[in-house]
């Protein structure tokens, strides 16, 4: 238990070094003077560095101790964090998000190798649930954080990256103080088919299995869809729908509550339905399904934006808000009922983007049972290729057209090729 909260909070800090830049873009970009592509480009080196990342951190956790490798992992990110709030220009800023993609990539091969080693396939669903909700934990209070730290002078956001880097360190000692070595024993093979696996295979044997091909299609698919709507929606916020830097910040908290509930809810869905009698792959494609589904719904967010009356948009973006919070306040209850109903839609569709992630993470976690670093490692280093291709891209694609509606079209169909080849080519095993 005290372990499961450690992973948690370490998903926590994880995304709050991470969203940090994405709840100050505005800022950041004006100060910088950015371009979108730019902004595009910052946001992908992050993504190329995390899938290189991915792999050294897969083969350490293999081979090394997941207690030793997890704390140097965390504290290289906490340290890059802080770095990045002393960033001058753009290519320091670049840096500073190249170098936090290679530390944070060790923060999914160290935790999906714990929950593997502490959890049953049936309660693996539940388990990566708690551990994708710290995500959730650390994404809605980073725009808290940020909404206290910040005021009208130019550079106040820089105090945030900081801040939110000092706490990362904190989780370091709380982990070595708690977890030891033999947490992580592995015990004696299930049954003797799974023996005789891990006696006579390597780990690249499983790359070339369904399972994989399968894994490695869902996560090209569902991470370009989250880390692109991640880092791109308080820009869409601000400067497609005209909702001013606080109330972004705020319906940004909002956004990521109904993204954890979301999470919590499909782990325990297909915990509820295994424990009814279910396989474990209907279990999971119920909650992938609902997931996949609640998702989908964004695809009406641009249609509904054509039939608001337009807002004027150079009140949105500005950098220091000339209302006050009451006006604020005033303002937002003040929405037209079609407003009311986009933002509705924002929150059903962020609970079923991160449904999606326990289910993939526990489909994972089959693949192989004695190389999960690794051949986890190898898929994330796809589906962050594929979502740090798709960043710059969705940034040209506003450039050209003057607002995200194309591009929040294209990912919202995203999941659904996933969903199917789980449905029509994952084996089914008759001994869960």
Same mark, same amino acid.
């Given at each position: 238990?005290?372990?499961?909260?450690?992973l948690?909070?370490?998903?926590?800090?994880?995304?709050m070094?991470?969203?940090?830049l994405?709840?100050t873009a505005?800022?950041?970009?004006?100060?910088?003077?950015?371009?979108?592509?730019?902004y595009?480009?910052?946001?992908?080196?992050?993504?190329?560095?995390?899938?290189?990342?991915?792999?050294?951190?897969?083969?350490l956790?293999?081979?090394?101790?997941?207690?030793?490798i997890?704390?140097i992992?965390?504290?290289g990110?906490?340290?890059?964090?802080?770095l990045?709030?002393w960033?001058?220009?753009?290519?320091?800023l670049f840096?500073?998000?190249?170098?936090?993609?290679?530390?944070?990539?060790?923060?999914?091969?160290?935790?999906?190798?714990?929950?593997?080693?502490?959890?049953?396939k049936?309660?693996?669903a539940?388990?990566?649930?708690?551990?994708?909700?710290?995500t959730?934990i650390?994404?809605?209070l980073?725009p808290?954080?940020?909404?206290a730290?910040l005021t009208?002078?130019?550079?106040?956001?820089?105090?945030?990256?900081?801040?939110?880097?000092?706490?990362?360190?904190?989780w370091?000692?709380?982990?070595?103080?708690?977890?030891?070595?033999?947490d992580?024993?592995?015990?004696?093979?299930?049954d003797?088919?799974?023996?005789?696996?891990?006696?006579?295979?390597?780990?690249?044997?499983?790359?070339?299995?369904?399972?994989?091909?399968?894994?490695?299609?869902?996560?090209?698919?569902?991470?370009?869809m989250?880390?692109?709507?991640r880092?791109?929606?308080?820009?869409v916020?601000?400067?497609?729908?005209?909702?001013?830097e606080?109330?972004?910040?705020?319906?940004?908290s909002?956004?990521?509550?109904?993204?954890?509930?979301?999470?919590v809810?499909?782990?325990?869905?297909?915990l509820?339905?295994?424990?009814?009698?279910?396989?474990v792959?209907?279990?999971?494609?119920?909650?992938?399904?609902?997931?996949v589904?609640?998702?989908?719904?964004?695809?009406?967010?641009p249609?509904l934006?054509?039939?608001?009356?337009a807002?004027?948009?150079a009140?949105?973006?500005?950098?220091?808000?000339p209302?006050?919070?009451?006006?604020?306040?005033?303002?937002?209850?003040?929405?037209?009922?079609?407003?009311?109903?986009?933002?509705?839609?924002?929150?059903?569709?962020?609970?079923?983007?991160?449904a999606?992630f326990p289910?993939?993470?526990?489909?994972?976690?089959?693949?192989?049972?004695?190389?999960?670093?690794k051949? =986890?490692?190898?898929?994330?280093t @796809?589906?962050? &290729?594929? /979502?740090? $291709?798709?960043?710059?891209?969705?940034?040209? *694609?506003k450039?050209? =057209?003057?607002?995200?509606?194309? @591009?929040?079209? &294209?990912i /919202?169909? $995203?999941?659904?090729?996933p969903?199917?080849? *789980?449905y029509?080519f994952?084996p089914n095993?008759?001994?869960?």
């Amino acid at each position: 238990m005290v372990i499961c909260f450690l992973l948690l909070l370490a998903s926590a800090v994880n995304y709050m070094d991470r969203q940090t830049l994405a709840v100050t873009a505005s800022r950041i970009k004006t100060e910088f003077e950015l371009s979108n592509v730019q902004y595009g480009r910052v946001e992908a080196v992050f993504g190329y560095s995390f899938a290189l990342g991915s792999i050294l951190w897969g083969f350490l956790v293999d081979r090394f101790s997941v207690r030793w490798i997890y704390p140097i992992g965390l504290l290289g990110w906490s340290l890059m964090g802080f770095l990045t709030g002393w960033a001058r220009d753009y290519n320091e800023l670049f840096t500073c998000r190249l170098l936090l993609g290679i530390f944070e990539s060790a923060h999914w091969p160290c935790g999906l190798k714990t929950t593997q080693a502490l959890l049953s396939k049936q309660s693996r669903a539940m388990g990566n649930s708690v551990l994708q909700s710290g995500t959730s934990i650390g994404a809605i209070l980073t725009p808290i954080v940020m909404l206290a730290i910040l005021t009208p002078q130019p550079g106040s956001w820089r105090f945030g990256f900081q801040a939110i880097a000092i706490v990362g360190a904190f989780w370091v000692f709380l982990w070595l103080y708690v977890v030891r070595d033999k947490d992580f024993v592995i015990q004696s093979p299930e049954d003797p088919q799974e023996h005789q696996y891990r006696s006579s295979y390597r780990w690249w044997h499983d790359l070339f299995t369904t399972k994989f091909a399968i894994v490695l299609l869902m996560i090209i698919c569902i991470n370009t869809m989250w880390q692109v709507v991640r880092a791109w929606l308080p820009l869409v916020m601000q400067e497609n729908y005209g909702f001013s830097e606080r109330q972004t910040l705020l319906f940004n908290s909002l956004w990521y509550i109904a993204t954890d509930l979301g999470c919590v809810a499909s782990g325990l869905i297909a915990l509820r339905m295994a424990r009814k009698g279910w396989s474990v792959k209907s279990s999971r494609l119920l909650s992938l399904l609902l997931g996949v589904s609640f998702f989908a719904a964004i695809i009406a967010v641009p249609f509904l934006n054509h039939r608001i009356q337009a807002v004027p948009v150079a009140t949105a973006v500005a950098v220091q808000s000339p209302l006050t919070w009451e006006q604020e306040a005033k303002a937002f209850f003040e929405l037209q009922p079609l407003q009311f109903a986009m933002l509705g839609i924002l929150l059903a569709s962020g609970a079923g983007a991160l449904a999606i992630f326990p289910i993939y993470y526990s489909f994972a976690q089959d693949v192989s049972p004695m190389h999960q670093g690794k051949v =986890t490692s190898v898929s994330a280093t @796809g589906g962050w &290729l594929a /979502s740090s $291709l798709a960043q710059p891209w969705f940034g040209w *694609l506003k450039d050209q =057209t003057g607002n995200y509606d194309i @591009g929040l079209f &294209l990912i /919202s169909v $995203l999941p659904v090729f996933p969903l199917l080849a *789980l449905y029509f080519f994952w084996p089914n095993d008759h001994n869960e």
